[in-house]
């Protein structure tokens, strides 16, 4: 069985700072990995997704995550966050068989203030 | 863009009764999914759907739960006689492949049950 690990419940930044989302995972068998955000009131939509190769994973909105194999980590980067950014994100996982079942850790609430 | 749909966004319900949240997926998708979220807490997942069968389905998706594609674009998710526990938003899914692909998320139905 997998499990999802996100430690921080709430960030709060400053506009045009960096940030850093932290997310790690546990699994027995080789995994997908994803982030999905949620804006307030709106259903999840896919950030980005890590499934072989490259370990650097783009995807919209600026957001970027790297794979980290031996610390079984996925943590989200975005170099400059926006107000716009402020939201509900969540790390998850899935694995190679079975019907891929998404598996989601608790959620990452980003704060993004003036 | 094409989307997942949900109806209705905001069921309200008393213990005991039956209630039916109904999903319209994306039309070419093949793999469908229901996902809860109580407030505060994680997304869970409660089951998958492929070829007009149940592929998975969670501890969570005991008797009460039934799901059913009753025609060629409907999913819907019944709850024989709702708890005050079930009170969640629940999310359906699809995608249309299965290994890897993304799941499209419908905004959700909030479900409350007095």
């Known amino acids: 069985a997998q499990s999802v690990t996100q430690l921080d419940s709430q960030v709060p930044v400053f506009e045009e700072a960096p940030v850093e989302l932290r997310c790690n995972y546990s699994?027995?068998?080789?995994?997908?990995l994803f982030w999905y955000v949620q804006y307030p009131n709106q259903g999840l939509q896919l950030l980005l997704k890590?499934?072989?190769?490259?370990?650097l994973v783009k995807g919209i909105n600026g957001f970027e995550a790297e794979f980290n194999k031996s610390q079984t980590s996925f943590h989200l980067r975005k170099p400059s966050v926006h107000i716009s950014d402020t939201a509900e994100y969540f790390c998850a996982v899935s694995d190679n068989t079975g019907f891929q079942k998404l598996v989601f850790g608790t959620g990452t609430r980003l704060l993004v203030s003036p | 863009e094409p989307e997942v749909t949900q109806t209705p966004s905001h069921q309200v319900t008393q213990m005991g009764q039956e209630v039916i949240l109904r999903c319209v997926p994306i039309s070419n998708h093949l793999y469908f999914y229901w996902y809860r979220q109580i407030l505060g807490q994680k997304v869970e997942f409660l089951v998958s759907?492929?070829?007009?069968?149940?592929?998975?389905k969670s501890e969570i998706f005991d008797d009460q739960f039934s799901v059913e594609r009753p025609d060629g674009s409907n999913f819907t998710l019944k709850i024989r006689s709702t708890k005050l526990e079930d009170s969640a938003m629940y999310f359906c899914?699809?995608?249309?492949?299965?290994?890897?692909?993304?799941?499209?998320f419908g905004p959700g139905t909030r479900l409350t049950v007095t």
């Open positions: 899914a699809s995608s249309i492949w299965r290994e890897g692909d993304e799941q499209y």
């Open positions: 759907f492929y070829n007009n069968e149940i592929s998975e």
């Open positions: 890590y499934l072989s190769g490259s370990t």
């Open positions: 699994s027995s068998v080789s995994v997908y």
